[in-house]
């Protein structure tokens, strides 16, 4: 368990003259289920777009399994081996389910325009893999039955579940899930939960961004909180429940929220 | 299991039909007059320009004012490279590929540095890459180069470029046209073989690329590019390669267009005609392969059709006098016709449905 | 080449892109709110420029000076216009402000069609000649001839463009059409009658469009159907440039248009007039994607 998937050493990044990320620094442990929490706007989901590439950092570092992890366009991240899913739900909508799913193969996958045209057995081998792999990973989330019909017309717990079987879909060593559980019910979200266990367990990393207490304090093994673009507290989720400085951001704070 | 059996038996039912129709149909128009194979074969060919463009507009979700410029370099390719003009007679096969292979080209140096720009700047460079090729067109029939003062002759300008050389395979020219068996086929209706040869070709070439990896990429980037970039989809590349597999097929059409014309001019690709073929992709049903057949047959067949309803002699007889120019009775209805289906139908007349065939690949592999 | 073709070329430049600039004012202000390329504008300019010369002959063949005449037939190209930009906006772009986005674009281009053709009935095919009422006649001013007529062109593009800045920058209205091109949906919460306010945005654009057709056709002294369809493109073109949806974004590239143009005319025959405008553009647009003056637009996760 000790050895680290992902490093971040000082990690700053500015808006103009906004501080977003100052110096924050993590190590998040192989197949561990990894909590970043915060207040709004306490940098969260700047620190995820940093460290999935959407914006490049204005100082500090990442290594990522073991090695560092320079990226220079989001493209080249899912390569890598991090996937992410996105806080407000960004599925392709005029595409059915299971094509949604294997949008994720892509990466791993080689057919160019030729092969597309002519199909050749290599690329048929290639596609009814992919096929059979999506389609796998829907029956994990709980979509099977639903692969045919486009993803705008699935309910909003089914459109996350989706996002994270089309991130699991690019072979991910660290599956970074943005408030997965916004917008979710009480039986939703135990699903989800659920399910995080599962990804966790299956050997994969999970880096969980939540507002939802209940759900972070209790499925992540190790939790980071940042404030105001710090990180003030770094422990297990007895350790942190405990910390007077997460206490007072999130008490004290008027921008707080508890639950 | 027995309503499946007979799905698919009626599904090869009505393909035998629709093939047997296609077959007959040049035979039908001919009985009416030539030009009515004519109209067949340009129908044909705003299929092939429509279904190109609908990989650019309609499945990778890129807005191309201009794409009527590609049509135009096939075109041009053919027309000066057998013709009467520089005197030069390649054959087709030589010619047809070089066109398409020219387009494409000129599809990605345009697309290169564009295709960063946000939807709405592209629609506009696009549209004024367009204008550009036309421009040229008309007035590369007197230019010198810098320090001569011989005087170039590229595309006779305006009058345009005749005497064109036809399709002919093995020294057979297809205007020339063929009796089989006592019953005589003429050049048109032999060019509307062919070209509903290639249209076949071009709507599985089509339908195989939307129903793979790069298809599906396309799609995604459509959707959503950040959720796209964020599974790994090098957008650039991929923008490109729509881009050019659009304009390949646009330069492929406009090699034919010229070859069955046997006359080309800058008049034919104006902007008008890049809209009208994004409209027979909107209309029909954006990224649908059926819809946008559709609607490449209804907007050009329908002005047709129209212009012998609105005909002077119809107006007279029923109403005494001729009350509109049957051109611009033919537009209104046309434009009207236009904002009517956006208003009551904005995803097209036919659309691609929302819950798609469970099998998706089916057959891959098995 | 002197310094003096120079000049001219500019002044020439400065009194064209004038009217491309008004014309880009009414392609960005819609954009700006309403993300659509209102190809149909181009259409109202020719509108505006053929009513304002049937009124202004009908007017002179009753008697009336023909400078009031003028003035008279410009209010009611504006009027029309602006009843015209209203209505294409009601009838066929707000039941589908909620449609793909191709949606609109394709019946603002049915709207383009269906404009002209309706301008064939109502006026006819006819290049009709528009009445030489303020004069044409030069005027040397040191190397550089202008006419009286260029320069009220020029005045009354500065007087309008000042005037909708002053409209949009310190009324109740413009603040209103500022926040609902910023955000639609806070602008509505905050009370802000979104359907008025973009009705509003129409009627100013096609007005301001009206007065460049009349421009336009004073200038060359003619008037057809045919006639926006051009400089729409031109105008649309100078919006881009500038950066679509900034009221500066369309002045500037308007009168960058204009100056490129017919300074390029100096040094490149005037066949490829035309093209010059796009190949700035695409120059422009690599090295500035967002325009000139526009705002760049942040990708947000």
Redesign the interface.
Known sequence: MSKMIFTADGVTKKFGGVTALDSVSMKIPKDSIFGLIGPNGAGKTTFFNTL?G?YQVDGGNFTFDDKPLNVK???????VGI??T?QNI???????V??NV??????R?????F?????PPS?????????ARSRELLAYVGLERR????SR?LAYGEQRRLEIA?ALA?DPKLIALDEPAAGMNATETVELRKLIERIAKDGKTVLLIEHDMRLVMNVCHHIVVLDYGKKIADGTPAHIQKDAAVIKAYLGGAHGETK | MNTLLQNKRNQIIAIIALGIFLLILPFLAGMIGQAWVRILNITLLYVMLALGLNVV?GVAGL?DLGYVAFYAVGAYTWSLLASQHFNLHYPFWVLLPLGAFLAALAGLMLGA??L??????L???T???G??IR??M??LDKFSLPGSDTVYNLTNGPRGITGIDGLSFFGFKLRQGLEIFGLPITGLQLYYFVFLTITIFSVW?VY??QH??????W??L???E??????????RNVKL?AFA?GALTGGLAGGLFAAMQGFVSPESFG??ES?MI??MV??GG??HIPGVILGAVLLAAMPEVIRYVADERVQESVFGHVL??PE?LR??I??????LI??YM??GLWP?P?????A??SG??? | MSIDVLLQQIVNGLVVGSVYALVALGYTMV?GIL?L?NFAHGEIVMIGALSALFVTNALIAVGVPPALALVVAILAAMIICAIVGVSIERI?YR??RN?????????A??????L???A??VFGRNYFTFPEIISKAPIQIGAITVTMNEIVILITSVALMTGLLWLVNNTKIGTAMRATAENQKVAGLMGIDINKIIAITFAIGSGLGAVAGVMVASNYGQAHYYMG?MLG?KA??AA?MGG?GNLWGAMVGGLILGLVENVGLIFV?G??K??F???V??AV??FR?QGLIGEK?A?R?
């Open positions: 999935t959407l366009a989001p493209h080249e991240v899912a390569e996937a992410r996105f960004r599925l392709f909508g005029e595409m059915s299971l094509e294997m949008v994720g193969r892509h990466v996958t080689k057919a160019g325009a092969g597309a045209i002519f199909r690329v048929r081998r290639e596609e009814a893999e992919t096929e692969a045919g019909e486009k017309t089309r690019t | 507009v807005l540095p564009v960063k720009l946000r939807g709405d700047y629609a506009i460079v549209l004024g890459f204008e550009i421009i040229l008309n007035n070439m195989n690329l793979s990896r790069l298809g599906r990429a799609q995604a459509r959707e959503d950040i959720a796209a970039k964020a599974m790994g989809i090098n957008v390669a597999f902007l008008l809209v994004l409209a909107v209309l954006m990224g509109i120019a611009v537009n209104l046309f434009s009207l016709a236009m904002i956006m208003l904005p995803r691609s929302d819950r798609k065939a469970e998706l690949n891959a592999g098995k | 954009y993300q390329i066929a039941p589908l449609a793909p986005r191709l949606a609109p674009l394709i019946t281009i049915g709207v383009s069609i269906f002209q053709q309706v064939i009935l369809f493109l649309f073109t881009v679509i025959r066949d490829y035309d093209i405008a796009f190949v553009l695409v647009l690599i994607p637009v990708e996760a």
